[in-house]
């Protein structure tokens, strides 16, 4: 057998069917036609051909390949890249910008035959040197496919986690349709999909293509909110990001619809479309609610009464009479709701419902979306209170990649009776999963602010639920004497009714300084966060003060105030370790948030006594600080609430963003001391009333705003929500007229 060692200078044809090439290859300063079935496009790659060379009676004479092989980076950047890729235990950035240094296009030669001389680098030692080798030997059968993935501008990063989710059959799978990754890998959406489905040669027009397509339109409108996208608006939003004919886009839409992929239906007398997961947790949703909604107690208010005089007797509370209302009607219907503002008593009215059950030896379960939100209703309440995920357990499946939750319809939860707060947070996904685990005969009770922002998930539950009056809703809307005397809470109610908040009285919990360039307004916010809060209340920047901000961008954006605030208080030290992944540089003692729920990240907490307890878990939202970097083993440790410590991979780093400013979306949930908020120019669809409520209503001690006022006025007066496609509300009154007139067809 021959062999040929060169670089793939042109693709003359490639089937992508099959894999069969023709191509250039230069090899010893000739240029020589090879052919042969590659598993991908090697145009402007180095490899080694095997195979022998035959003669064409039309074309001449070519090199016939049987296999071939790419060849190891050769340039000292492919190089470096490769060994800081991750995959090489014992190596980071520097280490193998140090070994490159050394023994340059040797490097791999020196790692595989002469090991040891790994020790001639400094800060590489016998046992370093060792890790790396073996390391190294692991790793062998892979490196065909790293450099496969970073030849077509896919990061080391990503390409680790390709690796790791497809194995040795990353190639074959890749070329096959590229656009699964964007199913499969977290971060890689279409576009970079599309980015190499294009460099392996697809075609504009393929069904692959097409339908990646529509399903990265209708995902994107639901990472916005939405359950559902108009068919028009489908159509047109994947033409412009297909660049494409019209025609094929309509012939893939319905062959997905006729395959189950997504649903097609009217709502409104609108043809519309879901991406099915949506539609399933959307229908679950409505004949679930209703079916609890039905549930015929054989209880009268006269029946609950004593059980409530003695619950208000006990706790030394008096209710008014809509409190009292809200607290039978939890007792009598199978699904209430109960929305109010801050200071409206929602708190006192759960404490209320809980010593009744109490009394009434029922079981009650306490929930919340997340686990700050949990934690409060824990302090308030005495009782526990746990996150939704933990209650529902959830879990993994034999392949650890399916998300499950052991308590479903098979397994439900055992108690009379589920309280969930902050419910504006839940969206429709989340609860079709607490709905199918909560068997009929089990009271429901959703506690929210429904004039907060609605939730980051696809679905708009909390308002679609009150809009539809098919559900038993009391409204909350006088301010209890307790908190009436916060000028937080009563700027909350006044900016809900559109009117502008009052600040900067004496002795009060509400500023507005006036600042108008951007410069100096962020210079000002960093100053109140690092000093002038801090020095004057005696407040803890990191544990207590918080930076809220309606934009991820431009100047008072939380990407710039992150830098900023970052380094103000935690700056670069030659005594602290540091790690830099995208946009973010992490510094031991940054303050970070988890930003997607990791339902399998390992967390421990250590006593003083040295024992140690363990579980699984870290939810978007949760806040920590870095507390250590291990540049060996490629770690970064994270402590969250509870002295909980996860360790990152550093490979898994996007899961974290600095903290120090964050998004209001990102605040849902979470009550901090002090939230400081810059008041700027931004987007309409952002500086909504809305969101500046949700801002608010976050500071428990004080709220310092920092701007200008026109653009405080501006979000005071625009009340104009983001319209969401949604439709449970259309659907429960849907279900709810369809069984009035067959209970009217019946008695007739």
Same mark, same amino acid.
């Given at each position: ?6 670089? &793939? ?16 290859? *230069? ?60 995959? &090489? ?16 296009? /040797? ?15 400094? !800060? ?20 065909? =496919? ?28 890749? +070329? ?16 970079? +999909?599309?980015? &190499? ?9 393929? @069904? ?39 025609? !094929? =886009? ?14 097609? *239906? ?23 609610? %209703? ?25 030394? %509370? ?45 079981? #009650? ?27 529902? $357990? ?32 839940? /969206? =429709? ?34 308002? /679609? ?13 006088? %301010? ?14 006044? &900016? ?18 006036? $600042? ?10 960093? /100053? ?5 809060? @801090? ?21 008072? !954006?939380? =990407? ?41 990240? *390992? ?34 440790? #994270? ?104 209970? $009217?067809?019946?008695?007739?």
């Amino acid at each position: 057998m021959e062999t040929l060692k060169g670089t &793939i200078i042109e693709t003359i044809f490639r089937n992508s069917e099959n894999g069969y090439t023709v191509a250039l290859m *230069e090899a010893d300063n000739d240029i020589i036609t090879v052919t042969g079935v590659f598993t991908a496009d090697v145009t402007s790659e180095t490899i080694e051909v095997y195979g022998k060379k035959v003669k064409h009676p039309k074309y001449g004479e070519q090199f016939q390949v049987d296999m071939y092989n790419t060849v190891l980076p050769s340039s000292l950047v492919q190089i470096e890249n490769y060994l800081s890729s991750g995959l &090489i235990k014992g190596i980071g950035k520097y280490t193998a910008k140090k070994i490159v240094e050394v023994f340059k296009e /040797d490097t791999f030669s020196i790692i595989q035959k002469n090991p040891e001389r790994l020790t001639e680098v400094e !800060g590489i030692g016998e046992k370093k040197a060792d890790m790396i080798a073996k390391s190294f030997a692991e790793q062998s059968d892979i490196k065909e =496919i790293m450099i496969f993935l970073q030849s077509h501008d896919i990061s080391t990063s990503y390409s680790v986690k390709i690796y790791k989710e497809y194995g040795k059959n990353t190639i074959n799978k890749i +070329a096959e349709n590229p656009y699964r990754l964007t199913e499969d890998i977290y971060g890689i959406g279409f576009k970079l +999909a599309d980015k &190499i489905a294009a460099s392996l040669g697809v075609e504009k027009t393929s @069904p692959y293509r097409i339908s990646s397509g529509v399903k990265y339109v209708l995902k994107d409108f639901a990472s916005r909110g939405n359950t559902y996208v108009p068919y028009e608006i489908l159509l047109n939003s994947t033409l412009a990001l297909l660049e494409t004919n019209g025609e !094929g =886009i309509e012939d893939e839409i319905r062959n997905m619809a006729f395959n189950g992929g997504i649903h097609i *239906e009217k709502i409104y007398d609108e043809q519309v479309v879901y991406y099915v997961p949506y539609h399933t947790a959307e229908v679950n949703v409505c004949r679930d609610l %209703i079916n609890l909604a039905r549930t015929d107690f054989g209880m009268s208010e006269e029946d609950i009464l004593p059980f409530l005089d003695a619950a208000q007797e006990e706790s030394s %509370i008096v209710l008014t009479d809509m409190q009292k209302e809200a607290v039978l009607q939890s007792i009598l219907n199978g699904v209430t709701v109960i929305t109010g503002g801050p200071g409206t008593g929602k708190t006192t009215i759960i404490l209320s419902i809980l010593r009744i059950f109490e009394k009434m030896g029922k079981k #009650v379960f306490l929930c919340a979306p997340t686990g700050r939100a949990a934690k409060r209703i824990t302090e308030s309440s005495g009782r526990e209170a746990r996150t939704i995920h933990r209650m529902l $357990e959830y879990a993994y499946g034999e392949d650890d990649s399916n998300l499950s939750f052991n308590k479903n319809e098979e397994s439900p939860l055992e108690c009379d009776a589920v309280i969930v707060d902050e419910v504006s947070m839940v /969206d =429709i996904l989340l609860m079709n999963n607490l709905l199918r685990a909560i068997k009929r005969g089990t009271r429901l009770i959703l506690v929210g602010d429904v004039d907060q922002l609605p939730s980051v998930g696809a679905g708009n539950v909390l308002s /679609d639920i009150i809009n539809s009056s098919t559900i038993k809703t009391i409204r909350l809307d006088t %301010i209890f004497r307790q908190s009436a005397g916060s000028m937080i809470v009563q700027n909350a109610h006044l &900016i809900n009714k559109g009117a502008m908040p009052l600040y900067n009285k004496k002795d009060c919990d509400f500023f507005f300084m006036r $600042e108008g360039r951007s410069d100096d307004l962020t210079d000002l916010v960093v /100053d109140l966060y690092e000093n002038r809060l @801090p020095l004057k209340y005696g407040f803890n920047p990191l544990k207590d003060i918080q930076v809220l901000s309606p934009m991820k961008k431009g100047d008072a !954006g939380v =990407i710039e105030l992150n830098k900023k605030l970052q380094a103000a208080v935690n700056p670069p030290s030659k005594i602290k370790k540091e790690k830099l992944y995208g946009k973010y540089t992490f510094r031991v003692g940054d303050k970070v948030m988890q930003i997607k729920n990791n339902y399998q990240a *390992e967390w421990k907490i250590t006593h003083k006594d040295g024992t140690t307890i363990t579980g699984e878990g870290i939810y978007n939202g949760d806040i920590g600080y870095v507390i250590f970097i291990d540049e060996t083993e490629q770690q970064l440790f #994270v402590q969250f609430e509870e002295e909980k410590e996860v360790a990152y991979p550093f490979s898994q780093l996007d899961e974290l963003i600095l903290a120090y400013a964050t998004t209001v979306h990102k605040s849902q949930g979470s009550e901090f001391p002090v939230v400081i908020m810059p008041i700027v120019w931004g987007p309409p669809m952002l500086l909504t009333r809305n969101l500046f409520y949700t801002a608010i209503t976050r500071a428990k001690k004080l709220v310092v705003l920092v701007g200008i006022e026109k653009y405080m006025r501006d979000m005071v007066n625009n009340n104009k929500i983001d319209k969401r496609y949604s439709a449970l509300d259309y659907r429960l009154r849907s279900a709810v007229e369809t069984y009035a007139m067959l209970s $009217e067809g019946f008695m007739e």
